[in-house]
């Protein structure tokens, strides 16, 4: 298992500003993830978080609204940019473990944009 | 990834078994069954996965139909506690951080 920590566990920004948001695991992974979910949804995935490279975002997510930085393999941040009441949600990061890589999710982050 | 489908809602008395389905009926052989499950507000819990038989851990038990179109997630004795929605997710093994998720089935757990 795996085990995630995020920081901050919830934020109160006003539209406009920017919030970034850390992921820090307990071991050495390869497989980062960020998914949003909004407010009485399931779970979208954001994007793929490389280390050493861009991170892959899905379809309808872009690098100028949410960027990722990977800079080892136990750490990770996402940028929501350009904040609007549209982006308040929870804020999941998830590691996939190897062989076959089920994952483990930190607790959230939830962003309410004011 | 293959799609799946589960039942909106459930309902199950406490300390007895709970058997919450579900359908993947365009599964691929080489897809793996995952379930996760999601109390109020808090992330996601990894719980069981499975490839093609039965599997057993510590929280539940997996049961893939032969023909891997369908499977059952089984909470032997269900407590308040499990009181979450449950997630059934089929995805490749080497892909699975990439998991699509649906909507889900709410489980109520009722003294």
């Known amino acids: 298992s795996a085990v995630i920590s995020q920081k901050p566990s919830r934020d109160i920004c006003q539209r406009g500003t920017s919030l970034t948001i850390q992921c820090q695991v307990d071991?050495?992974?390869?497989?980062m993830f960020w998914y949003r979910q909004q407010p009485g949804q399931s779970l979208t995935l954001i994007a793929t978080?490389?280390?050493?490279?861009?991170?892959?975002?899905e379809s309808g997510f872009v690098i100028d609204k949410f960027p990722i930085s990977r800079p080892n393999l136990t750490f990770s941040t996402l940028t929501v940019s350009n904040l609007s009441p549209e982006d308040s949600s929870i804020y999941l990061c998830s590691v996939g473990l190897a062989g076959p890589y089920e994952q483990y999710f930190g607790p959230g982050t939830r962003l309410t944009v004011t | 990834d293959a799609k799946t489908t589960q039942p909106t809602s459930m309902d199950c008395a406490e300390g007895r078994a709970a058997n919450l389905p579900c359908n993947h009926s365009?599964?691929?052989?080489?897809?793996?069954v995952y379930w996760y499950r999601q109390i109020h507000s808090q992330g996601p819990q990894y719980i069981i996965h499975?490839?093609?038989n039965n599997e057993t851990n510590e929280m539940a038990s997996l049961i893939i139909t032969e023909d891997r179109k369908s499977s059952t997630l089984i909470l032997p004795h269900a407590t308040l506690r499990d009181t979450a929605v449950y997630y059934c997710i089929v995805s490749l093994g080497t892909n699975a951080g990439k998991s699509t998720f649906g909507d889900g089935t709410t489980l109520t757990v009722k003294p």
């Open positions: 499975g490839l093609k």
């Open positions: 071991s050495q992974v390869t497989m």
């Open positions: 978080a490389n280390q050493g490279s861009e991170a892959t975002y």
């Open positions: 365009t599964i691929s052989g080489n897809e793996y």
